[in-house]
């Protein structure tokens, strides 16, 4: 094991002590560093990122400004123990980054969903129980799927109907509170969960191990399912492979867009309410919130049909 190895070992550990998940950014570096160890590199260089990009660059360009990322962060933490270590420019991949249009899942689409999910075979029917409960809790919530992947039972307050997200996206904390119907939902999986695993795990979503099921498990079963259901092309089983089509991350899209909807039809204002929807998802910024009125078709028009009330309303007033 060379020196970026151990570092890499090193920096994982501390920033998984810090509550980060860290699956994907784990992967990435371990490639990043596999191949400085065949170059016989000990030290982080832009050209060393850029001859690993061309040994392996049938990503897109926006997946490799991603990758970009991952590695920068990581070279700031070697640069910081040595100053041989080289940090890549941010703009060194040239790429305009967009946000891939939003997937609004039909109702109907989200119950064939849970019960595909359902039937998802395992053992002792734990897979079914936890893809099941998770798919719908992210499908009520709008969580992101790694914020609901990190929950522990300490988190979850069925009495008082809260959960609590201790690191969401930068970082940030909040409370997300829940239904009665949702509550009663969980509690159930929780008695079943128990009864399956045997002991009570740590996190509260598990594998029949007990074990916390990671974000790469969760997408390739949300992408069997939508499989099974239709809404992916059948491809060869394989892990890892999800294919193209609607993604587990639309689920957060159609609760946010539809909670919009609503404000629309019940005559709400959106801009009184917007800030309420920014803190339940968690943005940084409302701009991020505002974002699903632009991407959603059906949301665009009830905004335009609203200014255009007003204005008429102006005018003959």
């Known amino acids: ?10 920096y ?5 002590s810090l509550g980060y998940g860290l ?18 590199a000990d030290h982080i260089s832009t050209d060393l990122f850029l001859r ?25 933490w070697l640069h910081g123990l040595d100053p041989l270590n080289e940090v890549p420019p941010k703009g060194l991949i040239p790429c305009r980054l967009h946000r891939p249009k939003p997937y609004i899942y ?5 119950r064939n969903i849970l019960k595909a999910a359902a039937e998802l075979p395992s053992k002792r029917g734990m897979r079914a129980l936890t893809y099941s409960t998770l798919f719908g809790l992210l499908a009520v919530t709008g969580l992101r799927i790694k914020e609901a992947l990190a929950l522990d039972n300490r988190d979850v307050d069925l009495e008082q109907g809260v959960l609590t997200i201790r690191r969401g996206k930068g970082g940030k904390a909040r409370l997300v509170p829940i239904t009665d119907s949702v509550a009663s939902h969980l509690k159930a999986y ?9 002991f009570v795990p740590q996190s509260f979503f598990a594998t ?20 099974r259901i239709g809404l992916r092309p059948v491809i060869k089983p394989r892990y890892g492979r999800h294919g193209r089509g609607p993604r587990i991350h639309d689920l957060r899209h159609t609760f946010a867009a539809r909670t919009l909807i609503g404000w629309y039809r019940t005559g ?6 917007m800030h309420k929807l920014t803190t339940y998802l968690g943005h940084w910024n409302p701009e991020h919130t505002y974002w699903y009125i632009e991407a959603v078709p059906e949301l665009l028009e009830l905004a335009s049909q609203r200014v255009t009330g007003s204005s008429v309303g102006k005018v003959q007033g």
């Not at 094991?1 to 090193?10: A, G, T, V």
């Not at 709400?268 to 309410?273: I, N």
């Open 1 to 10: 094991m060379n020196q970026l190895s151990k570092e890499l070992d090193r």
């Open 12 to 16: 994982l550990t501390i920033r998984r």
């Open 23 to 40: 699956t994907t950014t784990a992967t990435i570096l371990q490639r990043f560093v596999d191949f400085a160890e065949q170059q016989d």
């Open 52 to 76: 690993w990009k061309e040994a392996f660059g049938h990503a897109n360009q926006q997946t490799w400004v991603g990758y970009l990322g991952i590695v920068r962060v990581f070279a700031q």
């Open 106 to 110: 039909s109702d109907e689409e989200t």
């Open 190 to 198: 929780v008695n079943r969960r128990d009864q399956l695993v045997g």
């Open 208 to 227: 029949e191990q007990g074990t916390r099921p990671d974000d790469c498990s969760a997408r390739y079963n949300f992408s069997s399912v939508c499989q």
């Open 268 to 273: 709400k204002d959106p801009s009184r309410e």
